[in-house]
């Protein structure tokens, strides 16, 4: 089973598009990871959102935010004009955690009380037209594939 947790900071605004043929909602963004060792760069790896929570996503981060990112990591191969294939690491999130929001940006917005769980609470989507999850259930969509 390909699952991953990680913490990350959103370095890159999520830009929401839409698939042209079946009008499905994508989000992506950057994130930055923390290095490891003393001394090594941060990475930066791009995150995609799907559908309900694609929709989400833009209302409720924003650069400079802290979140906790559960996904699917996945491998992408493409052609670079330079002549030569290149992959990178890309993470199809289903669940976004979000720690603390950045400096100067949208008010934290509060969370319900937290269970026995000492796990980051969820974010709760803002827009009416998104159903809010139930309970202490985090936000979250199926993978499109």
Known sequence: MNSCIFMAEIVQDPQLRYTSDTQTAVTEFLVQIDPLRDGDAPETLKV??????????PENFHRGDRVVIEGRLGMILFDRPEGFREKRAEVTAQRIHLISHSPGGAPAMTPPPAASMPSPDPVTPMNPAVPAPSGDEPLSDDIPF
């Open 48 to 57: 995609v959102t799907w559908r309900k929570l694609a929709e989400a996503v």
